[in-house]
């Protein structure tokens, strides 16, 4: 298990890696403070869905209430080399809104207008108890992140461990070094189960496997999702598995556990920490390893 780990905690690294090249101006105010009706001008690019059949897009709810927008960072460079974003990777940055339309929009210091579909709206005066599961960035660096609320003193700006980035037990992982971060005003959104939200954890069928992912969007019968190595993917809604955000599970529980982005059979729960959103999975007689509460099911 230790060597399917290490290429997994590789995958989070090059992840932990793209997104520390932003820095730490990722959030900063450099675009319009509130979102406008769209207007289309002159040298505004706007690119295409791609191979997706997925439609491009309907107008953001409450655009108005918009403060940040989560958008896939490769999106502008591959439409303006004519590569097609699906099933390439999709590192989701943030920016503000600075222009929304009926199917496309437009980012604050951008002159792309995405898809509607390609973006995750985070809400104004969202609130957070302790416990809770949120969908953000990395604050300290940048990047989508889920995280729990380990800190609910202002619940308008809470502190959280963040549960997509790499968790070691020693404190060296990215997780225990930016643990008990605190977020920004306006730059997260509250997760429930049971609803189809972007952030929400997924198990998909591809060739007879379960596979991890991550919502992004789901219309109709299709869904929109982030999957291993942050690959942007389309499936069957059907295909799609919405998992609990806090599962079931207790200690001595047998469990389906994610090794290298697909869940796998045959391991045992062998300690939970419920404040930091970690489970700890054996197989056989191999040392237990901490995956995320997203990275489990029964």
């Not at 409450?62 to 080399?81: G, H, R, T």
């Not at 690959?231 to 955000?245: G, Q, R, W, Y």
Request: charged residues 25%; glycine residues 10%.
């Amino acid at each position: 298990m230790k060597k399917i780990f290490y290429f997994a905690a590789l995958a989070l690294g090059v992840f932990a890696f793209s997104s520390c090249t932003d820095g730490k101006n990722n959030g900063e105010n450099n675009g319009s403070d509130s979102a406008a009706t769209e207007q289309v001008t002159e040298g505004d690019k706007i690119g295409p869905m791609g191979t997706f059949t997925i439609p491009e897009g309907s107008a953001l709810k409450d655009a108005e209430n918009i403060s940040y927008v989560l958008f896939p960072s490769s999106y502008a460079s591959a439409m303006e080399k004519g590569e097609d974003i699906n099933g390439k990777t999709a590192i989701y940055y943030n920016r503000e809104l600075a222009e929304a339309g009926e199917t496309n929009s437009k980012l604050s210091g951008n002159d792309v207008r995405y898809p509607n579909n390609l973006l995750i709206p985070l809400y104004k005066d969202a609130k957070a108890k302790k416990g809770d599961i949120v969908l953000t960035w990395w604050q300290s660096g940048s990047g989508m992140e889920r995280a729990i609320v380990t800190d609910d003193s202002d619940p308008a700006t809470p502190k959280v461990h963040y549960l997509d980035l790499s968790y070691k037990g020693d404190g060296s992982g990215f997780a225990e070094k930016h643990d008990n971060e605190q977020l920004k005003p306006n730059s997260f959104i509250v997760l429930n189960d049971g609803e189809w939200q972007p952030g929400a954890p997924l198990a998909v069928k591809v060739d007879g496997k379960e596979n991890k992912g991550i919502l992004v969007n789901a219309v109709g019968d299709k869904v929109l999702y982030l999957g291993f190595a942050g690959k942007l993917i389309e499936a069957n809604k059907s295909d799609v598995k919405l998992l609990p955000i806090k599962p079931a599970v207790n200690v001595g529980d047998n469990v389906k556990a994610v090794f290298v982005g697909t869940f796998s059979k045959d391991a045992k729960v062998t300690k939970i920490d419920s404040k930091i959103g970690r489970v700890w999975v054996k197989e056989g007689d191999r040392e237990a390893e901490a995956v995320n509460i997203f990275e489990v099911m029964k």
